[in-house]
T-cell receptor, first 115, second 112 residues
């Protein structure tokens, strides 16, 4: 079974600055996928970024990038130039290659953005 | 517009009164799932389905039932709800050819 741990229940960042959210996971599989989801106050789950474990290059999506350390089983999310609209709950999640649609989520990190 | 819909969005009920939360997707996805979200625990999978008439238990299936009679629909049934099933519920779907799951808007359930 996979486990995903987010050790920071809450984080805050000043608008326009950079913040990094931590995520570690535990799996015995070699093929898997990692995700970061954003949940704003509307409660909608929005995919922010995904990473395939077989890819060495870190994924990036505009102001969002990840630091994927496979050996350390670490998958942190970096948000650059933080905006007020980035304030939300962020969930890290993992999925094994042959696990159909079973995602394993971390407990979440609440990000606050200060103007 | 490609989407996953859930109904109702909000529901208050009493212990023991059977209820069904519907979920429908218009993307022809093979895979569908139900999750519940509780503070500090993230989302936990209740049941999932990999195709019509194929369902299986997730991490927290006790007290829930599902069915998949049609590809687009995946209702969640609580035969006898209890207060510990008060939660935020999400339905999600994905294609067997892609890894990304698409989530519905969520259903907030309160069991008194």
């Amino acid at each position: 079974a996979q486990t995903v741990t987010q050790s920071q229940p809450e984080m805050s960042v000043q608008e326009a600055e950079t913040v990094t959210l931590s995520c570690t996971y535990d799996t015995s599989e070699s093929d898997y996928y990692l995700f970061w989801y954003k949940q704003p106050p509307s409660r909608q789950m929005i995919l922010v970024i995904r990473q395939e474990a077989y890819k060495q290059q870190n994924a990036t999506e505009n102001r969002f990038s990840v630091n994927f350390q496979k050996a350390a089983k670490s998958f942190s999310l970096k948000i650059s130039d933080s905006q007020l609209g980035d304030a939300a709950m962020y969930f890290c999640a993992s999925k094994m290659q042959d696990a159909g649609n079973m995602l394993t989520f971390g407990g979440g990190t609440r990000l606050m953005v200060k103007p | 517009e490609a989407q996953v819909t859930q109904n109702p969005r909000y529901l208050i009920t009493v212990t023991g009164k059977k209820l069904t939360v519907t979920c429908s997707q218009n993307m022809n996805h093979e895979y569908m799932s139900w999750y519940r979200q509780d503070p500090g625990l993230g989302l936990r999978q209740i049941y999932y389905s990999m195709n019509v008439e194929v369902t299986d238990k997730g991490d927290v299936p006790e007290g829930y039932k599902v069915s998949r009679k049609e590809k687009r629909n995946f209702p969640l049934i609580l035969e006898s709800p209890s207060p510990n099933q008060t939660s935020l519920y999400f339905c999600a779907s994905s294609s067997r050819y892609q890894e990304t799951q698409y989530f519905g808007p969520g259903t907030r359930l309160l069991v008194l």
